[in-house]
């Protein structure tokens, strides 16, 4: 508890915010700490000292995989820089793999942060999904509309310079 206190008091969030992003729930309550870490069986393709790659159980498409981290990072903004640079190497090597094993057409790499952005499970994974002509797997969003006066102000709001 004391931990949670030291969490509570860094972020200002409640005791329910922090449940939800799963930052908290450690090895005993995260799924994918226990599948990364063999407590639960999975379909592994690859695993080494830092990472599981297993098999997604509701596939976008055939092939569907997940890089996760055998430590427990709630996400992006928690992930360790060091894991961050082999987690997109190793997307990289196993989506070459993967394209000559399944011949796909295309491939997506998504990774999902927070419940806004469709995460479900709050410990990171970077998902690897081969893609096929019409497989109808909707990767996709509704282009909008963008004024000059606002790509002008968010450059000013994001840009490092
Ligand atoms: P998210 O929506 O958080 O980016 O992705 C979570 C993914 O994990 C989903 O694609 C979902 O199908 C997958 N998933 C959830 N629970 C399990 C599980 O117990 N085993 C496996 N292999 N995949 C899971
Ligand atoms: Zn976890």
Not at 78 to 100: F, T, Y
Request: aromatic fraction near 6%.
């Amino acid at each position: 508890m004391e931990q949670i206190g030291k969490i509570r008091q860094s972020t200002g969030d409640t005791l329910a915010e922090l449940i939800e992003r799963g930052r908290i729930m450690g090895k005993e309550n995260c799924i994918f700490c226990k599948i990364a870490n063999g407590g639960i069986p999975s379909s592994t393709i690859y695993e080494d000292e830092d990472f599981r790659v297993f098999l997604d159980l509701n596939p976008a498409t055939k092939g569907h995989a997940l890089i996760v981290p055998k430590v427990h990072y709630a996400d992006l903004f928690e992930l360790d820089d060091e894991l961050a640079v082999k987690a997109i190497l190793l997307a990289k090597r196993l989506a070459e793999r993967m394209k000559d094993a399944l011949g796909c057409d295309g491939f997506n790499l998504v990774q999902n942060n927070g419940a806004a952005a469709g995460q479900t499970i709050f410990h990171f994974h970077l998902h690897l999904i081969p893609r096929y002509e019409q497989d109808g797997a909707g990767i996709a969003w509704n282009p909008g509309k963008v004024s000059s006066e606002e790509l002008k102000e968010l450059v000013q709001l994001i840009s490092e310079t």
